[in-house]
């Protein structure tokens, strides 16, 4: 009885102590400066450092020219995806700062990933 007991109650501190874990190397990314009507292009690098699964959930951005795409959405413990970013300078001239922000299962507060780019108007 009391080895069963025993048992129970490792297994639960067991299952207590997994945890995903998100982490990306580089949260922010400085493009070199940049001509207006360029599309930008950057890849995040994300893993899950910790020793449970998670999931990528949804992103959010600040306007329409902005658009992430998830690699894979599941990450096993110890796997890595990517996050593409495509940002297009059309109409968005000097500096630019855009905030992305993650939403996982993990945590009820979006990740940050942000870039930033000095785009150069066309010429008149």
Do not use: W
Not at 8 to 22: D, G, M, P, R, T
Not at 35 to 42: P, V
Not at 67 to 72: I, L, Y
Not at 105 to 123: A, C, E, H, M, Q
């Amino acid at each position: 009885m009391r080895f069963t007991l025993l048992l129970i109650v490792l297994n639960s501190a067991f299952c207590i102590a997994q945890k995903a874990e998100f982490f990306c190397p580089s949260k922010t990314y400085k493009f070199p400066e940049t001509k207006e009507g360029t599309i930008l292009q950057h890849t995040f690098k994300v893993y899950n450092k910790g020793t449970a699964p998670f999931q990528l959930i949804n992103y959010d951005v600040e306007c329409s020219c902005t658009s992430v795409d998830f690699e894979k959405v599941y990450l096993q413990p110890g796997d890595s995806s990517s996050i593409n970013v495509t940002f297009n300078t059309e109409g968005r001239v000097f500096y630019q700062d855009r905030i992305i922000k993650i939403t996982t299962n993990i945590r009820k507060k979006p990740y940050l990933l942000r870039f930033k780019v000095k785009v150069i108007p066309k010429p008149e």
